[in-house]
């Protein structure tokens, strides 16, 4: 089959998906509401279902902890970098650097690269995603709560973080791997009925996300020169940095297969996390409008990188 004709059956899918979560809410054939429980069933069940058998069946190595740390100093330097550019450039937005920094990972990267590549290959993505998730739950929404509501304790931001189910997904499936449980749990009555359940709930995850964002597609015209202007710093920084370390860190030190390169590009070209708008004052009008703006805008473009990417990279 030609090139062209499978990077397009590859691609397309994925934009048919995002134009049906639109018509929907432009239609009105969904209310919010529905959307609102079609996230929680994602992010509560499907979700963690494809996390926990990803961990599960991974070959585990030592050199993913230098993925995790480099990811997780990744983040805070883009953090640093969208402090500075801030103040240096007087930019009247509060929350630039967290636009500048983190990924949306869990609502996007997984049905990108799971839709692109197979679900079965979501363990290459997730193992870049680890780091990520600890800066997320810890530094992350620190910043946020601290923004929006003063709130310091530790012990608070603890307990969110255990409580995430993707979390709960991943250390389950990493510790039960540890254990040398994997085959187990397939073969026990119970656990094996289980992860039965998680198979078929598993392939939910790509559609269901694929349609929510689409949704959510909401653009306003106001302040859009700063909107770009914003998306344009994130794409120019992490870019080339996606490049550099697929080269220079997975390729030449670690000397990780291609597959780990795709999913170490695709989570630097995400999106800033869609969790931002979630932990704002819902009195900040204007402010709100600019991130969801930004949020809109930064995954049309990482859609476009992404299809330009898979037609060099079609396969793992």
Known sequence: MDHAVITLNQVLPI???????????????????????????????????????????LELKVSYLAIM???????????????????????????????????????????????????????????????HEFFIWFPFLSLLLIRRDGIRDVSKLATAFVKAPPIIAIMCGVGLNLLGAAESMYAWPVTGAFITVMELTGPMTIPLILIIVGYGFKLEAHGIRDVIATVAFRMACLIPLAL?????????????????????????????????????????????????????????????????????????
């Open 244 to 316: 550099f370390l697929n080269a220079y860190f997975l390729r030449g030190i670690l000397n990780l297969p291609p597959a780990f390169e795709a999913g170490l590009f695709t989570m630097l070209i995400l999106p800033p996390p869609f969790i931002i708008p979630l932990f704002m004052k819902p009195d900040d009008v204007e402010e709100r409008r600019y991130v969801n703006n930004v949020l809109t805008v930064n995954t049309v473009v990482s859609l476009a990188v992404f299809a330009i990417y898979l037609a060099f990279n079609p396969t793992l």
């Open 69 to 131: 740390g480099v990811i997780f100093a990744l983040c805070v330097l883009m953090y640093g970098a969208g402090y500075v550019v801030q103040h240096i450039f007087k930019i009247d937005h509060p929350y630039f650097p967290m636009l500048v920094t983190g990924f949306e990972f869990g609502m996007l990267g997984v049905s990108l690269f799971g839709s692109a590549y197979g679900l079965e290959n979501i363990g290459y993505i997730a193992v870049i995603g680890l780091g």
């Open 15 to 57: 934009l048919l998906l995002i134009v049906l979560g639109n018509q929907l809410r432009k239609r009105q054939w969904l209310a919010e509401a529905t959307i609102d429980d079609l996230k929680w069933l994602t992010i509560n069940i499907a979700l963690p279902s494809v996390l926990f058998l990803s961990f599960l069946n």
